[in-house]
């Protein structure tokens, strides 16, 4: 069982930054790929970035350039730098963890997602 806890969501004036973390912790944790989603009011969710475990990250064609996943596998944990924030950004930004087991076999995968916090872009 993996538990994810994101922080660093706010409210922020267009053209602002905000910077997401997320830690994940559990027994036996080996993840593979972690990665940020973000659902807007009426709208379904996204994944909009994600980066696997000594990969390159991967960024939905709507914040590239704006927003930068990073990951730092000593603490499990994975950020996103969002820069140039616009109103359509605003949504609930949920962490996602897809996570190995069983520990020494490896070979199942399971998808965990943290609460989610909230990013509100003002125009």
């Known amino acids: 069982q993996v538990q994810l806890v994101e922080s660093g969501g706010g409210l922020v004036q267009a053209g602002e930054s905000l910077r997401l973390s997320c830690t994940a912790s559990g027994s036996n944790i080996n993840i593979n790929s972690m990665g940020w989603y973000r659902q807007a009011p009426g709208k379904q969710r996204e994944l909009i970035a994600n980066i696997s475990s000594g990969g390159s990250p991967n960024y939905v064609d709507s914040v590239k350039g704006r927003f930068t996943i990073s990951r730092e596998d000593a603490k499990n944990a994975v950020y996103l730098q969002m820069n140039s924030l616009k109103p359509e950004d605003t949504a609930v930004y949920s962490c996602?963890?897809?996570?190995?087991?069983?520990?020494?076999?490896?070979?199942?995968?399971?998808?965990?997602w943290g609460p989610g916090t909230q990013v509100t872009v003002s125009s």
């Open positions: 996602h963890a897809r996570a190995l087991w069983p520990p020494g076999l490896w070979v199942d995968e399971y998808d965990y």
